[in-house]
């Protein structure tokens, strides 16, 4: 992706490229100085469409008041240019303790509350359009085992009908920091519309799921995760952890 990066130059003659940063697996991601500042560049191979709905999304975000890396315009007022994208450098630590990660629940629910009925990310399915759909930007059901598929399926149907919304998509550790001004949400890759369930899914319980909720969205956000992913090892840790289809008549504690 080297060549790629030759795109920061729309960003003023003196902006370069500092440092890589870890956490990247689909972009290539570093540091960057834009205007004397740091920032952070990202380049990958979404399409254009993808792009203008991710930083339009932040623009709407960091306007309603929610922690979120913002897009810097290039010199010529675009967000993004030939898959490149720059925004703010957002220093902080991960979240360690409950009151941390209830935080980010917090911030969850009102990124939740902020984009309901907003349009699903250019290509993307969610999970519950997986029940009838193969495919979907990252997600190629024909790929995995039929079985896997099943499960899979299973486990997104108990959300069928429930209200959506954009979802961050990937809330770990890795893609929150605790900052001096609250909880921000960074690395948005991942984001589309879905169920917001499967961002609830949080050390500690932090979203306050009681057992049936949380069992519900642990199998889909585990069965979303073996999807996106598949066939990692980590994808297929997690189809592990999606429980078989119970055939009629059949007690599931046998299983």
Known sequence: MTAGWDALRRWGADAVRVEPLSGGAANDVWTVRVGGRRAVGRL???SDADLAWETDLLRHLDRAGLIVPVPIP???GRFFADGLVVTTY???EPPSSSADWRGVAA???ELHRLTRGRPQRPGWRSSTDLLHAESGTRVDLTAMPPEGVARCRAA???LAGRPSCV???DPNPG???VTARGVALIDWDEAHVDVPDLDLVLPF???GLDDTAHDIAAQAYAAWEAAVCWNDDHSVERLAEVRAVVPPGRDSSCL
């Open 205 to 207: 319980n932090a979203a």
């Open 107 to 109: 911030a969850l629910r």
């Open 156 to 158: 997104w149907a108990r």
């Open 167 to 169: 979802v961050h998509g």
């Open 74 to 76: 290039a010199e010529d």
């Open 90 to 92: 957002l220093d902080g």
């Open 44 to 46: 990958g191979t979404r």
């Open 175 to 177: 893609n929150v920091r």
